[in-house]
Protein backbone atom coordinates (compact mmCIF):
# COMPACT_ATOMS: atom_id res chain seq x y z
CA UNK A 1 0.00 0.00 0.00
CA UNK A 2 2.90 2.29 1.14
CA UNK A 3 4.43 1.60 -1.85
CA UNK A 4 1.56 2.30 -4.66
CA UNK A 5 1.11 5.83 -2.67
CA UNK A 6 4.41 6.48 -2.99
CA UNK A 7 4.34 5.76 -6.86
CA UNK A 8 1.42 7.64 -6.67
CA UNK A 9 2.58 10.85 -5.50
CA UNK A 10 5.53 10.14 -7.73
CA UNK A 11 3.33 10.48 -10.98
CA UNK A 12 1.86 13.89 -9.37
CA UNK A 13 4.80 15.56 -8.97
CA UNK A 14 6.37 14.51 -12.46
CA UNK A 15 2.99 16.26 -14.04
CA UNK A 16 3.36 19.09 -12.01
CA UNK A 17 6.86 19.51 -13.09
CA UNK A 18 6.30 18.55 -16.71
CA UNK A 19 3.38 21.14 -17.13
CA UNK A 20 5.86 23.23 -15.10
CA UNK A 21 8.49 23.34 -18.11
CA UNK A 22 5.50 23.91 -20.68
CA UNK A 23 4.76 26.84 -18.71
CA UNK A 24 7.80 28.33 -18.86
CA UNK A 25 8.67 27.69 -22.60
CA UNK A 26 5.55 29.34 -23.28
CA UNK A 27 6.20 32.55 -21.25
CA UNK A 28 9.88 32.65 -22.63
CA UNK A 29 8.00 32.24 -25.94
CA UNK A 30 10.50 29.24 -26.61
CA UNK A 31 7.39 28.18 -29.35
CA UNK A 32 9.24 25.31 -31.04
CA UNK A 33 10.23 23.88 -27.66
CA UNK A 34 6.43 24.47 -26.33
CA UNK A 35 4.93 22.46 -29.38
CA UNK A 36 7.25 19.71 -28.76
CA UNK A 37 5.50 19.31 -25.36
CA UNK A 38 2.33 19.70 -25.99
CA UNK A 39 2.96 16.94 -28.31
CA UNK A 40 4.66 14.68 -25.82
CA UNK A 41 2.39 15.49 -23.05
CA UNK A 42 -1.29 13.80 -21.82
CA UNK A 43 -3.84 16.06 -21.66
CA UNK A 44 -4.25 16.38 -18.37
CA UNK A 45 -0.96 17.42 -18.05
CA UNK A 46 -2.23 20.37 -20.46
CA UNK A 47 -4.42 21.37 -18.40
CA UNK A 48 -2.55 22.07 -15.15
CA UNK A 49 -3.35 25.70 -14.02
CA UNK A 50 -0.19 27.66 -12.28
CA UNK A 51 -0.66 29.39 -9.13
CA UNK A 52 -2.91 32.27 -11.16
CA UNK A 53 -5.05 29.39 -12.28
CA UNK A 54 -3.60 30.26 -15.52
CA UNK A 55 -3.58 26.86 -17.90
CA UNK A 56 -1.09 26.81 -20.24
CA UNK A 57 -3.41 28.12 -22.83
CA UNK A 58 -4.18 31.42 -20.91
CA UNK A 59 -0.37 31.92 -21.17
CA UNK A 60 0.09 30.97 -24.59
CA UNK A 61 -3.35 33.55 -25.66
CA UNK A 62 -1.82 36.38 -22.92
CA UNK A 63 1.31 36.79 -25.86
CA UNK A 64 -0.22 35.74 -29.08
CA UNK A 65 0.84 32.64 -29.46
CA UNK A 66 -1.25 31.71 -31.92
CA UNK A 67 0.36 28.47 -33.43
CA UNK A 68 0.79 27.32 -29.73
CA UNK A 69 -3.08 27.77 -28.64
CA UNK A 70 -4.11 25.83 -32.29
CA UNK A 71 -1.85 22.77 -30.90
CA UNK A 72 -3.38 22.96 -27.49
CA UNK A 73 -6.99 23.05 -28.78
CA UNK A 74 -5.77 20.19 -31.03
CA UNK A 75 -4.68 18.47 -27.91
CA UNK A 76 -7.70 18.86 -26.49
CA UNK A 77 -6.86 21.73 -23.65
CA UNK A 78 -9.88 22.80 -22.08
CA UNK A 79 -11.60 26.10 -23.28
CA UNK A 80 -13.74 25.88 -19.96
CA UNK A 81 -11.12 26.51 -17.52
CA UNK A 82 -10.98 29.70 -15.45
CA UNK A 83 -7.97 31.90 -13.92
CA UNK A 84 -8.22 33.66 -10.98
CA UNK A 85 -10.25 36.33 -11.93
CA UNK A 86 -12.93 33.61 -13.86
CA UNK A 87 -11.50 34.22 -17.13
CA UNK A 88 -11.19 31.56 -19.89
CA UNK A 89 -8.56 31.76 -22.44
CA UNK A 90 -11.26 32.77 -24.97
CA UNK A 91 -12.15 36.12 -22.41
CA UNK A 92 -8.41 36.84 -22.91
CA UNK A 93 -8.46 36.41 -26.49
CA UNK A 94 -11.87 38.49 -27.02
CA UNK A 95 -10.77 41.42 -24.83
CA UNK A 96 -7.63 41.89 -26.56
CA UNK A 97 -8.56 41.53 -29.83
CA UNK A 98 -6.52 38.22 -30.60
CA UNK A 99 -8.12 37.10 -33.85
CA UNK A 100 -6.49 34.32 -34.61
CA UNK A 101 -6.70 32.98 -31.17
CA UNK A 102 -10.26 33.49 -31.37
CA UNK A 103 -10.55 31.25 -34.27
CA UNK A 104 -8.38 28.79 -33.25
CA UNK A 105 -10.03 28.40 -30.42
CA UNK A 106 -13.63 28.07 -31.79
CA UNK A 107 -12.80 26.50 -35.33
CA UNK A 108 -13.56 23.42 -34.85
CA UNK A 109 -16.45 23.77 -32.27
CA UNK A 110 -20.52 23.30 -33.33
CA UNK A 111 -22.77 26.01 -31.44
CA UNK A 112 -24.15 23.35 -29.12
CA UNK A 113 -20.36 23.15 -27.79
CA UNK A 114 -19.14 26.27 -28.23
CA UNK A 115 -22.17 27.98 -26.85
CA UNK A 116 -21.74 27.22 -23.17
CA UNK A 117 -18.33 28.66 -23.01
CA UNK A 118 -19.34 31.82 -24.57
CA UNK A 119 -21.88 32.10 -21.99
CA UNK A 120 -19.44 31.88 -19.03
CA UNK A 121 -19.12 34.78 -16.74
CA UNK A 122 -16.36 36.09 -15.52
CA UNK A 123 -16.27 37.15 -11.64
CA UNK A 124 -17.20 40.20 -12.86
CA UNK A 125 -20.13 39.00 -14.50
CA UNK A 126 -18.70 39.61 -17.87
CA UNK A 127 -19.33 37.15 -20.72
CA UNK A 128 -17.22 37.02 -23.88
CA UNK A 129 -19.06 39.10 -26.26
CA UNK A 130 -19.22 41.70 -23.17
CA UNK A 131 -15.45 42.03 -23.21
CA UNK A 132 -14.91 41.95 -26.73
CA UNK A 133 -17.77 45.28 -26.75
CA UNK A 134 -15.95 47.08 -23.93
CA UNK A 135 -12.90 47.02 -25.66
CA UNK A 136 -13.91 47.77 -28.81
CA UNK A 137 -13.09 44.33 -30.87
CA UNK A 138 -15.45 44.57 -33.58
CA UNK A 139 -13.60 41.77 -35.45
CA UNK A 140 -13.44 39.57 -32.58
CA UNK A 141 -17.30 39.88 -32.40
CA UNK A 142 -18.14 39.73 -35.94
CA UNK A 143 -16.28 35.93 -35.43
CA UNK A 144 -18.54 34.71 -32.12
CA UNK A 145 -21.40 36.07 -34.78
CA UNK A 146 -20.74 33.95 -37.37
CA UNK A 147 -19.92 31.09 -34.85
CA UNK A 148 -23.50 31.68 -33.43
CA UNK A 149 -22.76 33.40 -29.90
CA UNK A 150 -26.29 34.76 -28.71
CA UNK A 151 -25.97 38.59 -29.17
CA UNK A 152 -28.22 39.33 -26.53
CA UNK A 153 -26.74 38.02 -23.73
CA UNK A 154 -26.89 39.38 -20.39
CA UNK A 155 -24.15 40.45 -17.99
CA UNK A 156 -24.46 38.56 -14.57
CA UNK A 157 -24.51 41.65 -12.33
CA UNK A 158 -27.07 44.18 -14.20
CA UNK A 159 -28.01 42.45 -16.79
CA UNK A 160 -26.56 44.61 -19.75
CA UNK A 161 -26.23 43.02 -23.33
CA UNK A 162 -23.46 44.18 -25.65
CA UNK A 163 -25.73 46.79 -27.14
CA UNK A 164 -26.39 48.67 -23.35
CA UNK A 165 -22.59 48.70 -23.47
CA UNK A 166 -22.08 50.07 -26.90
CA UNK A 167 -24.66 52.63 -25.99
CA UNK A 168 -22.75 53.54 -22.53
CA UNK A 169 -19.29 53.52 -25.00
CA UNK A 170 -20.64 56.57 -27.07
CA UNK A 171 -19.35 53.49 -29.78
CA UNK A 172 -22.23 54.40 -33.09
CA UNK A 173 -20.09 52.53 -35.16
CA UNK A 174 -20.53 49.62 -32.66
CA UNK A 175 -24.14 50.09 -32.05
CA UNK A 176 -24.87 50.40 -35.96
CA UNK A 177 -23.51 46.63 -36.61
CA UNK A 178 -25.65 45.87 -33.46
CA UNK A 179 -28.47 46.91 -34.75
CA UNK A 180 -27.73 45.61 -38.29
CA UNK A 181 -27.92 42.22 -36.81
CA UNK A 182 -30.96 42.76 -35.20
CA UNK A 183 -30.09 42.36 -32.08
CA UNK A 184 -33.15 43.14 -29.18
CA UNK A 185 -33.08 47.21 -29.51
CA UNK A 186 -35.88 46.68 -26.20
CA UNK A 187 -33.66 44.37 -24.35
CA UNK A 188 -33.81 45.24 -20.71
CA UNK A 189 -31.52 45.44 -17.64
CA UNK A 190 -32.36 43.94 -14.66
CA UNK A 191 -33.59 47.29 -13.32
CA UNK A 192 -35.80 47.74 -16.49
CA UNK A 193 -33.73 49.72 -18.65
CA UNK A 194 -33.58 49.81 -22.31
CA UNK A 195 -30.40 50.88 -24.46
CA UNK A 196 -32.79 53.79 -25.66
CA UNK A 197 -32.85 54.51 -21.57
CA UNK A 198 -29.46 54.83 -21.44
CA UNK A 199 -28.90 56.95 -24.41
CA UNK A 200 -30.94 59.45 -23.10
CA UNK A 201 -30.06 59.79 -20.18
CA UNK A 202 -26.10 59.77 -21.24
CA UNK A 203 -27.43 62.95 -23.44
CA UNK A 204 -27.06 61.03 -26.47
CA UNK A 205 -29.15 62.25 -29.22
CA UNK A 206 -27.26 60.55 -32.37
CA UNK A 207 -27.37 57.14 -30.89
CA UNK A 208 -31.08 57.32 -29.44
CA UNK A 209 -32.08 58.17 -32.94
CA UNK A 210 -30.16 55.44 -34.12
CA UNK A 211 -32.04 53.10 -31.69
CA UNK A 212 -35.42 54.84 -32.37
CA UNK A 213 -35.29 53.67 -36.48
CA UNK A 214 -34.73 50.80 -35.59
CA UNK A 215 -38.09 50.73 -33.66
CA UNK A 216 -37.02 51.09 -30.11
CA UNK A 217 -39.96 51.34 -27.76
CA UNK A 218 -40.44 54.85 -26.12
CA UNK A 219 -42.97 54.37 -23.78
CA UNK A 220 -41.39 51.15 -21.51
CA UNK A 221 -40.88 51.63 -18.05
CA UNK A 222 -37.85 50.87 -16.07
CA UNK A 223 -38.39 50.02 -12.10
CA UNK A 224 -38.34 53.68 -11.32
CA UNK A 225 -41.24 53.87 -13.53
CA UNK A 226 -39.66 56.17 -15.98
CA UNK A 227 -40.03 56.28 -19.81
CA UNK A 228 -36.55 57.09 -21.84
CA UNK A 229 -38.53 60.74 -22.36
CA UNK A 230 -38.35 61.16 -18.24
CA UNK A 231 -34.77 61.29 -18.44
CA UNK A 232 -34.41 63.46 -21.63
CA UNK A 233 -33.63 66.91 -19.24
CA UNK A 234 -34.85 69.17 -21.57
CA UNK A 235 -32.37 68.53 -24.70
CA UNK A 236 -33.69 69.84 -27.37
CA UNK A 237 -32.34 67.28 -29.80
CA UNK A 238 -33.60 64.28 -27.93
CA UNK A 239 -37.28 65.66 -26.92
CA UNK A 240 -37.54 65.90 -30.74
CA UNK A 241 -37.55 62.36 -31.42
CA UNK A 242 -40.59 61.76 -29.06
CA UNK A 243 -43.63 63.59 -31.26
CA UNK A 244 -45.67 64.63 -28.80
CA UNK A 245 -48.71 62.27 -29.72
CA UNK A 246 -46.52 59.28 -28.17
CA UNK A 247 -46.69 61.25 -24.56
CA UNK A 248 -49.16 59.16 -22.92
CA UNK A 249 -50.27 59.76 -18.99
CA UNK A 250 -51.56 56.83 -17.41
CA UNK A 251 -51.49 54.93 -20.05
CA UNK A 252 -53.67 56.77 -22.32
CA UNK A 253 -52.21 59.25 -24.92
CA UNK A 254 -52.28 62.95 -24.42
CA UNK A 255 -53.53 63.37 -28.17
CA UNK A 256 -57.22 63.79 -28.20
CA UNK A 257 -57.44 63.59 -24.12
CA UNK A 258 -60.77 65.74 -23.23
CA UNK A 259 -60.08 68.07 -20.29
Known amino acids: MLCKLVILFLIIVSCFFLCRILHLAIIHEDEKFAQQLIDLFPKEVLDIQNNLYQSPLHLAVYLDQAEVVRSLVERGASLELQDREGNTALHVACQHGQTQ?????TRDLTPTKLGPVLEMHNWRGL???????????????????????????????SGKTPLHLAVELHDVALVTMLLNWGVNVDAAMFNGCTPLHLAVGRQDAHIANLLCQSGADK???????????????GNDDILALFPFDDIQI???SVVGVNY
Request: aromatic share 2%; charged share 25%.
Open 101 to 105: CVTHM
Open 219 to 233: MLRNMEDETPLDLAD
Open 127 to 157: ACLHLATLFGQHDVLKLLRKKGAELNIQDGT
Open 250 to 252: SGR
